[in-house]
Structure formats: structure tokens, C-alpha cells
């Protein structure tokens, strides 16, 4: 095996470590996949085709605004692609008949007959779900529609698709996730990374400043500040990063008090390196154990804040496709069990994939671990192992 | 030690001094008081739950303004004057927040603006509620999740201890109210199983029925939110006894205790269980005041419960300032004195344990 490789020997171990964790493994595979499917959700579930093709020209309305005009039409609206009118002057080539018999034009151009006067054939590519997140779905009966062969897992209480808005939804829920543990763990990392390595006075005042934060109620900072400025996805993003990020400065205050008085911390002093290059350079890839431990319950802990934010009328703007909202809907309409069984399912897989992925990573980074040959990692508990100690060697500090 | 305890005493004073500023100094940015609340109320516009339940939050909030009392139209300004002398709203903020500071540090925390009911007995009227989560949810956990955390620690390694972990992480990860609602689909909703019912700690008939119809009614009622709650709990528990199991078997004493021919039984429960139950009870401080005053507002909502997590969540909806305050400064005093107590068992537990130690 001469094959030369970009990651470093200690990486190429963890990378090794972590394909040997089947279940992580898997769950990556799986979340990978579902995520890469949710990032083209338009390709997937939308109201518009992918591709038309009008007389002879390919257009793409998954991209670009089409008015009906554009199809030989009235309206400078955009054209409504599910409506039998629209479908009948794109298959004909804009025959001025659609208008008043669309379905039988339609069923004669299925056939394969050649129309007579301007008539040139053309087609549409749709998405598997004819529906985006927001489609009004036009079928009869009572709100919440059972699942049926059009829409697989029904409808909710006002009509809209409701795979269209899982998919949707995971993506929203995912991309949130993400966004804000990112954000939070730097700020977290570096807040802590201070907090411990500079200890005494900085350490104590920033401990008081920390329970004072921790102490103010989000919920109903988030609610005023909604009232305020407006409900949108990047401020929803900010405020929580706003009250996220002190869940990993215990855990890295706790390993830089740790480390500060280790030989090798003490020895940099010596030769004068400077504080920033100390802290980031030398301490944190040995505090990273500890913090990855933290990122699954951070992860999780964002998409159910979301989804209980939602839950509770206070979370994105009404538009958008949020799980949470489906949830409210399920226990509003008990009748409709599809709902309650959708929320929790996406739920359940969503986060238990999240937990098993980074668990595997930390698993992957933590040196003391042990892999058997077979491939099962031996244990998963250290996790509340480090919390434990963190809290002890916190309190040690003080 | 003593010094520690002291110091520690002592920062109580600035955190608690500092969370109610900053919140104090927020409140005075919203627009809308409970003043515009009351008015809002005799209008007739008020009802703060219904924008709740449905789903469109910001009605309550933004629609008024805090000079002109827009809800208050119609309605003469002398009366305006007389209800913001009644909530003392005619002092500057820095008068009421000395004057309300003052009345705390006596432990007297006034009256709620909306309810002639002391902010102590609203807090007592919904305890039964979380006592009731509390209490329940932490027995099933604590019986389940100790002899669980035991057997792991023995079989650690086997496939037992692995799905067991994985199944209580997906139980941690998820949400409880998710748990919830599917429980509520199942049992509750009346498509499948119509065997729990919806709402309430108790039927409407409850005074009626005899002692043991009582009891039996109560159970029937909170076997859902209980288990709903009690999911989450299992993992931390779990995974903390068996830790602390496995570092405690591996110990000389276990050692001796098996070549003296004890069984395995009287080996983990005679002599491995007294210390590796030190950390678990070293959480009981905090459990105990969770027990009492913990309280889940998606929970309580989902199940019509009214409880603590409820309470709280409406005080701030409808500006009920004094519930706010009141129950903020006393919850933080609690939540600081039991981290306090918490550190402490640590040291009583384990001698080893001192705070003191670093340099």
C-alpha cells in the first residue's frame, strides 16, 4: 500500500477509527443521502416542472419565471403549471382550443394524434411530488386527507402536501442545526478557552457573567424580540447562538484549567510562545475530545428547540415548512393521526442519525479509545463520563 | 472549607443582583405592560391564549405602544392614571426596582397584577402539578436506570450493553413532547386506543368518587405525561451508575470480596453498591428541588396540565410583572444555593474532593 495520502497519520487513524464504527458509519451513509436528496428538494417536491419544453425550446420554470403569456396565455402572471389550461397550451404548442376543452386536447396529444392548425407537440418533466412545501393541494374532502396514492402521507389542515414539507422541513431543520452549532461551538470554544486558560479573576467574573446569561428567560427574550423586529430565520438563527453557546464552556474551561498547569503548557510559557498560539495551537487539540463529546446534544438540542419554538407559535414565520408546526397540527387534529406519526418519525430518525454520527466522530478523536478487530467500538458512555468530570473540575476552580 | 462555603455564599449576592437588572432592564424596552394588558382585557381584545393556540404569536405583543395606550381609546384617561398608580407604574424604573428588591430580600413577594392571590400561593396552587411530573417520573427513572446502569456495567461490552446505550440516547435525543404526541395518537386520540384520557390531573368527578377510585383515577390520568417526561431521563442516570459501577468492580476490594467466596449478587449489592451509589446520591440535591419545582411547558400544555412551566410562561405573556420577578428571583436564590449544596455533598461524599486545593 504505496498509496500516498493528504491526511496526516493521526487523522488517517481517526478516519480509520471511525469507518470501523459500523453504526456510525451507517448512519452517515443514511444522513448523507437523505440530506443530499432534502439540499435538491426543488428537483424533488415542487409545484413547477423541471424542464418544459415549448415549442421545440427547452425552458426550465424551476429556475426562471415564466408568465402563462410565455405559453401563448392571457395572464402576465406566472403560469400555473398543475392547471389543466396551462398543461393543454404546453403539450399543443399554444392551441388557442385549450381554453375550452383542455382534458380531451391533452388525452388526443397522449394518444400520439397530430393536431391540426399551429399545433406542435411539447412536454413536461415533473418532480416525483408534484407539490412544493406551500401547494394547496386541490383534492376534495375534509382538511387533513388521509395518505393516498396522490399524496403519500396525506395532507395537513390546509391541504398542503405533507412529504413535501418533510422534505422541506429536514432540509430547514438540518440546515439550522448546523448553522447554529457551528456558531455556537466557536464562540463557546473560544469563551471557554479563555475563561480556562487565563483562570483567577478572568475565570470568576466571566463564571458570574455566564450564570447571569444562562439565567435569563429565551423563551421570552426570543418573543420580544420577535414582536420587535419581525420574524425571520437568520434573527431565530442568532438568538439561538445567543443562549447556545454557553452549553461548551464548561466542558473547555474545564479541560484548559486542567491543562494549564501541564509541563507541556508550562514549557511553551518558557520559551516565550505567544498566549493565542498556547491556547488554540497546543491546548485545544486536547480539549477537542471533550468538546466533540458536547456537539451531538448541541445539534439535537437546536432541532428541538426549533421544533418546540414552533410548536408554540413563537418559532419561524408562519411560510415556512417547519416539522414543529406539524407536530402543533397533529395533537390540533387527533383525528388525523398521519400527522403525529410523520412528526415523530422524521424526528426520531433525524436526530437519532445526528447522535450516532457524531458519536462516532468523538469516538473516532478520543486516543484512549480502544477498537476491537470485529469492529464494534467498545463503549459509547464516556460521553457522561467527561460531562461528570467537567462539572467536578469546574467546581474545583473556583 | 468553611471559607469556601462562605465565598461561595457571597457571589450569590452579584449573580442574583445581576439577573434580575439585566431582566428588569428588559422589560422596560417592550412594548406593552400589563397596564395595556388590562385595558386590552375590558376591551374585550385580550384573551392572550387564543393567539397562542393559534399559532400566531405576535398578536398580543406588537399591537400596542407604550405612550399612547392605543387599546385604551375610549376609555377615560383618569382611569388610565388611577391603574398605573395601582401598579405603582408612576415611579421611575430605578425607584421600582429598589422598591421591589427591597420587598424580595424580605422575602415578600407581592401580589399578581391579574389574580388577588399572593405570588407565594400561585406558586403553591401550581405545585401539585409538578410534584406530580417531579415525583413520578423520577421514581420510574431512578427503578429503572439504576439496576439497568448495574446490569450494563456487567455484561459492558456485549451486545446487551449496546443496543441498551443506543436505545437510551435515541430516548435522550428525541424531544419529550414528541413522545408525547405519539403517545397521544395512540392512546389518547381515539384512532386507535381510547384508553388514557386527554387532559387534567383529575376527572371532573373527583370529589365524588371514593379513596381508592381517587387514587385509581389519578394514576389514570397522569400515566401519559409521566411516561412522556421520563423518557429523556434514563440516560444520564444510566450511563452514571454504570460508570461508576465499572470503575468500582475493577477495584482490589471486589477482588477480595469474590476470593472470599461471596456470590456474585452479595458482591455487586453488599459491597460494590454502597460506592458506586456515592455519585448518583450526590445529584440528590438537585433532583429534590426538581422534583418540586421543575415544570415542562410544552408538556403541561399538551396534557391541559397547569403547572409551574405553564405559570411562568403566562406571567410573561401577559405581563403579570410581579409572577415574573417573584418567581425569577426565587428560582435563581434556589438554582444558586442547590449548585452550592450539590459541591458540598460532593466533599461529604468523597473527602477527596477540595475546592480549596488549586493555586
Same mark, same amino acid.
Given at each position: 500500500?504505496?498509496?500516498?495520502?493528504?491526511?496526516?497519520?493521526?487523522?488517517?487513524?481517526?478516519?480509520?477509527?471511525?469507518?470501523?464504527?459500523?453504526?456510525?458509519?451507517?448512519? %452517515?451513509?443514511?444522513?448523507?443521502?437523505?440530506?443530499?436528496?432534502?439540499?435538491?428538494?426543488?428537483? *424533488?417536491? +415542487?409545484?413547477?416542472? *423541471?424542464?418544459?419544453?415549448?415549442?421545440?425550446?427547452?425552458?426550465?420554470?424551476?429556475?426562471?419565471?415564466?408568465?402563462?403569456?410565455?405559453?401563448?396565455?392571457?395572464?402576465?402572471?406566472?403560469?400555473?403549471?398543475?392547471?389543466?389550461?396551462?398543461?393543454? %397550451?404546453?403539450?399543443?404548442?399554444?392551441?388557442?382550443?385549450?381554453?375550452? +376543452?383542455?382534458?380531451?386536447?391533452?388525452?388526443?396529444?397522449?394518444?400520439?394524434?397530430?393536431?391540426?392548425?399551429?399545433?406542435?407537440?411539447?412536454?413536461?418533466?415533473?418532480?416525483?411530488?408534484?407539490?412544493?412545501? +406551500?401547494?394547496?393541494?386541490?383534492?376534495?374532502?375534509?382538511?387533513?386527507?388521509?395518505?393516498?396514492?396522490? +399524496?403519500?402521507?396525506?395532507?395537513?389542515?390546509?391541504?398542503?402536501?405533507?412529504?413535501?414539507?418533510?422534505?422541506?422541513?429536514?432540509?430547514?431543520?438540518?440546515?439550522?442545526?448546523?448553522?447554529?452549532?457551528?456558531?455556537?461551538?466557536?464562540?463557546?470554544?473560544?469563551?471557554?478557552?479563555?475563561?480556562?486558560?487565563?483562570?483567577?479573576?478572568?475565570?470568576?467574573?466571566?463564571?458570574?457573567?455566564?450564570?447571569?446569561?444562562?439565567?435569563?428567560?429565551?423563551?421570552?427574550?426570543?418573543?420580544?424580540?420577535?414582536?420587535?423586529?419581525?420574524?425571520?430565520?437568520?434573527?431565530?438563527?442568532?438568538?439561538?447562538?445567543?443562549?447556545?453557546?454557553?452549553?461548551?464552556?464548561?466542558?473547555?474551561?474545564?479541560?484548559?484549567?486542567?491543562?494549564?498547569?501541564?509541563?507541556?503548557?508550562?514549557?511553551?510559557?518558557?520559551?516565550?510562545?505567544?498566549?493565542?498560539?498556547?491556547?488554540?495551537?497546543?491546548?485545544?487539540?486536547?480539549?477537542?475530545?471533550?468538546?466533540?463529546?458536547?456537539?451531538?446534544?448541541?445539534?439535537?438540542?437546536?432541532?428541538?428547540?426549533?421544533?418546540?419554538?414552533?410548536?408554540?407559535?413563537?418559532? $419561524?414565520?408562519?411560510?415556512?415548512?417547519? $416539522?414543529?408546526?406539524?407536530?402543533?397540527?397533529?395533537?390540533?387534529?387527533?383525528?388525523?393521526?398521519?400527522?403525529?406519526?410523520?412528526?415523530?418519525?422524521?424526528?426520531? *430518525?433525524?436526530?437519532?442519525?445526528?447522535?450516532?454520527?457524531?458519536?462516532?466522530?468523538?469516538?473516532?478523536?478520543?486516543?484512549?479509545?480502544?477498537?476491537?478487530?470485529?469492529?464494534?467500538?467498545?463503549?459509547?458512555?464516556?460521553?457522561?463520563?467527561?460531562?461528570?468530570?467537567?462539572?467536578?473540575?469546574?467546581?474545583?476552580?473556583? | 472549607?468553611?471559607?469556601?462555603?462562605?465565598?461561595?455564599?457571597?457571589?450569590?449576592?452579584?449573580?442574583?443582583?445581576?439577573?434580575?437588572?439585566?431582566?428588569?432592564?428588559?422589560?422596560?424596552?417592550?412594548?406593552?405592560?400589563?397596564?395595556?394588558?388590562?385595558?386590552?382585557?375590558?376591551?374585550?381584545?385580550?384573551?392572550?391564549?387564543?393567539?397562542?393556540?393559534?399559532?400566531?404569536?405576535?398578536?398580543?405583543?406588537?399591537?400596542?405602544?407604550?405612550?399612547?395606550?392605543?387599546?385604551?381609546?375610549?376609555?377615560?384617561?383618569?382611569?388610565?392614571?388611577?391603574?398605573?398608580?395601582?401598579?405603582?407604574?408612576?415611579?421611575?424604573?430605578?425607584?421600582?426596582?429598589?422598591?421591589?428588591?427591597?420587598?424580595?430580600?424580605?422575602?415578600?413577594?407581592?401580589?399578581?397584577?391579574?389574580?388577588?392571590?399572593?405570588?407565594?400561593?400561585?406558586?403553591?396552587?401550581?405545585?401539585?402539578?409538578?410534584?406530580?411530573?417531579?415525583?413520578?417520573?423520577?421514581?420510574?427513572?431512578?427503578?429503572?436506570?439504576?439496576?439497568?446502569?448495574?446490569?450494563?456495567?456487567?455484561?459492558?461490552?456485549?451486545?446487551?450493553?449496546?443496543?441498551?446505550?443506543?436505545?437510551? *440516547?435515541?430516548?435522550?435525543?428525541?424531544?419529550?413532547?414528541?413522545?408525547?404526541?405519539?403517545?397521544?395518537?395512540?392512546?389518547?386520540?381515539?384512532?386507535?386506543?381510547?384508553?388514557?384520557?386527554?387532559?387534567?390531573?383529575?376527572?371532573?368527578?373527583?370529589?365524588?368518587?371514593?379513596?381508592?377510585?381517587?387514587?385509581?383515577?389519578?394514576?389514570?390520568?397522569?400515566?401519559?405525561?409521566?411516561?412522556?417526561?421520563?423518557?429523556?431521563?434514563?440516560?444520564?442516570?444510566?450511563?452514571?451508575?454504570?460508570?461508576?459501577?465499572?470503575?468500582?468492580?475493577?477495584?482490589?476490594?471486589?477482588?477480595?470480596?469474590?476470593?472470599?467466596?461471596?456470590?456474585?449478587?452479595?458482591?455487586?449489592?453488599?459491597?460494590?453498591?454502597?460506592?458506586?451509589?456515592?455519585?448518583?446520591?450526590?445529584?440528590?440535591?438537585?433532583?429534590?428541588?426538581?422534583?418540586?419545582?421543575?415544570?415542562? $411547558?410544552?408538556?403541561?400544555?399538551?396534557?391541559?396540565?397547569?403547572?409551574?412551566?405553564?405559570?411562568?410562561?403566562?406571567?410573561?405573556?401577559?405581563?403579570?410583572?410581579?409572577?415574573?420577578?417573584?418567581?425569577?428571583?426565587?428560582?435563581?436564590?434556589?438554582?444558586?444555593?442547590?449548585?452550592?449544596?450539590?459541591?458540598?455533598?460532593?466533599?461529604?461524599?468523597?473527602?477527596?474532593?477540595?475546592?480549596?486545593?488549586?493555586?
Amino acid at each position: 500500500m504505496a498509496k500516498r495520502s493528504f491526511l496526516s497519520p493521526l487523522n488517517q487513524r481517526r478516519l480509520r477509527n471511525f469507518r470501523r464504527n459500523r453504526r456510525a458509519l451507517w448512519s %452517515l451513509i443514511i444522513f448523507g443521502v437523505l440530506f443530499g436528496l432534502s439540499i435538491f428538494a426543488e428537483f *424533488i417536491a +415542487n409545484d413547477k416542472p *423541471i424542464a418544459v419544453s415549448y415549442r421545440g425550446e427547452i425552458h426550465m420554470p424551476i429556475f426562471k419565471f415564466y408568465s402563462e403569456r410565455d405559453f401563448g396565455g392571457d395572464f402576465p402572471t406566472e403560469a400555473g403549471y398543475g392547471e389543466p389550461e396551462v398543461d393543454c %397550451l404546453i403539450v399543443t404548442g399554444g392551441l388557442e382550443d385549450c381554453f375550452d +376543452n383542455p382534458e380531451e386536447l391533452i388525452a388526443a396529444v397522449d394518444d400520439g394524434q397530430t393536431l391540426e392548425g399551429d399545433f406542435q407537440a411539447g412536454w413536461m418533466l415533473w418532480p416525483v411530488i408534484p407539490y412544493s412545501y +406551500n401547494t394547496i393541494v386541490d383534492v376534495g374532502g375534509v382538511a387533513p386527507a388521509p395518505p393516498s396514492p396522490q +399524496n403519500w402521507l396525506g395532507t395537513d389542515d390546509t391541504k398542503r402536501d405533507v412529504v413535501a414539507r418533510v422534505i422541506y422541513g429536514f432540509r430547514l431543520s438540518v440546515t439550522f442545526a448546523l448553522t447554529v452549532t457551528v456558531a455556537a461551538s466557536i464562540i463557546g470554544i473560544m469563551a471557554g478557552a479563555v475563561q480556562g486558560y487565563f483562570g483567577g479573576w478572568t475565570d470568576l467574573v466571566f463564571q458570574r457573567f455566564i450564570e447571569i446569561w444562562t439565567g435569563m428567560p429565551s423563551l421570552y427574550v426570543i418573543i420580544i424580540v420577535f414582536a420587535i423586529l419581525g420574524r425571520s430565520y437568520w434573527l431565530l438563527v442568532f438568538l439561538t447562538v445567543l443562549f447556545g453557546w454557553p452549553a461548551l464552556v464548561g466542558v473547555v474551561r474545564a479541560e484548559f484549567l486542567r491543562a494549564r498547569n501541564l509541563e507541556y503548557v508550562r514549557a511553551a510559557k518558557a520559551l516565550g510562545v505567544r498566549d493565542r498560539t498556547i491556547m488554540f495551537r497546543h491546548m485545544l487539540p486536547n480539549a477537542m475530545v471533550a468538546t466533540l463529546t458536547m456537539l451531538p446534544f448541541l445539534v439535537t438540542g437546536a432541532i428541538g428547540g426549533l421544533a418546540s419554538l414552533d410548536f408554540l407559535g413563537f418559532g $419561524l414565520p408562519s411560510s415556512a415548512p417547519s $416539522l414543529g408546526e406539524m407536530t402543533l397540527q397533529a395533537k390540533q387534529n387527533l383525528q388525523a393521526p398521519w400527522l403525529g406519526f410523520t412528526a415523530f418519525f422524521t424526528f426520531a *430518525i433525524m436526530l437519532s442519525l445526528l447522535v450516532f454520527i457524531f458519536e462516532g466522530v468523538r469516538d473516532a478523536f478520543d486516543p484512549r479509545k480502544t477498537f476491537v478487530a470485529d469492529g464494534d467500538v467498545v463503549t459509547d458512555e464516556t460521553i457522561f463520563e467527561t460531562e461528570q468530570s467537567a462539572q467536578s473540575a469546574g467546581n474545583d476552580a473556583r | 472549607m468553611g471559607a469556601y462555603i462562605l465565598r461561595r455564599l457571597l457571589l450569590v449576592i452579584p449573580t442574583l443582583l445581576g439577573i434580575m437588572i439585566i431582566n428588569f432592564s428588559l422589560i422596560q424596552f417592550v412594548p406593552g405592560g400589563p397596564i395595556e394588558q388590562i385595558l386590552a382585557n375590558l376591551e374585550g381584545q385580550g384573551d392572550v391564549f387564543e393567539s397562542i393556540a393559534g399559532g400566531s404569536g405576535d398578536a398580543d405583543v406588537g399591537q400596542q405602544s407604550e405612550s399612547d395606550y392605543v387599546g385604551g381609546r375610549g376609555l377615560p384617561p383618569e382611569f388610565i392614571a388611577e391603574l398605573e398608580r395601582e401598579f405603582g407604574f408612576d415611579k421611575p424604573p430605578l425607584e421600582r426596582f429598589l422598591n421591589m428588591m427591597w420587598n424580595y430580600m424580605r422575602f415578600d413577594f407581592g401580589e399578581s397584577y391579574f389574580r388577588s392571590i399572593s405570588v407565594f400561593d400561585l406558586v403553591v396552587e401550581k405545585m401539585p402539578v409538578s410534584i406530580t411530573l417531579g415525583l413520578w417520573s423520577t421514581l420510574i427513572a431512578y427503578m429503572i436506570s439504576i439496576p439497568l446502569g448495574i446490569k450494563k456495567a456487567v455484561k459492558d461490552g456485549t451486545p446487551f450493553d449496546t443496543w441498551t446505550s443506543g436505545a437510551i *440516547i435515541v430516548g435522550y435525543a428525541i424531544p419529550g413532547f414528541l413522545f408525547a404526541i405519539l403517545l397521544i395518537v395512540l392512546f389518547a386520540g381515539g384512532s386507535y386506543f381510547r384508553i388514557f384520557p386527554l387532559r387534567g390531573l383529575t376527572s371532573s368527578n373527583f370529589e365524588d368518587l371514593t379513596m381508592i377510585g381517587k387514587v385509581l383515577d389519578y394514576f389514570w390520568h397522569i400515566t401519559l405525561p409521566v411516561l412522556a417526561s421520563t423518557i429523556s431521563a434514563f440516560a444520564t442516570l444510566t450511563l452514571l451508575t454504570k460508570n461508576s459501577f465499572l470503575d468500582e468492580i475493577k477495584k482490589q476490594y471486589v477482588i477480595t470480596a469474590r476470593a472470599k467466596g461471596l456470590s456474585e449478587r452479595r458482591v455487586l449489592y453488599g459491597h460494590v453498591f454502597r460506592n458506586g451509589m456515592l455519585i448518583v446520591i450526590s445529584g440528590f440535591p438537585a433532583l429534590f428541588i426538581g422534583v418540586f419545582f421543575g415544570g415542562s $411547558l410544552i408538556i403541561e400544555t399538551l396534557f391541559s396540565l397547569d403547572g409551574l412551566g405553564r405559570l411562568g410562561f403566562e406571567a410573561a405573556v401577559a405581563r403579570d410583572y410581579p409572577v415574573v420577578f417573584g418567581t425569577l428571583f426565587a428560582f435563581s436564590l434556589i438554582g444558586l444555593v442547590v449548585g452550592i449544596l450539590t459541591d458540598i455533598t460532593y466533599v461529604l461524599i468523597d473527602p477527596r474532593i477540595d475546592f480549596e486545593a488549586r493555586n
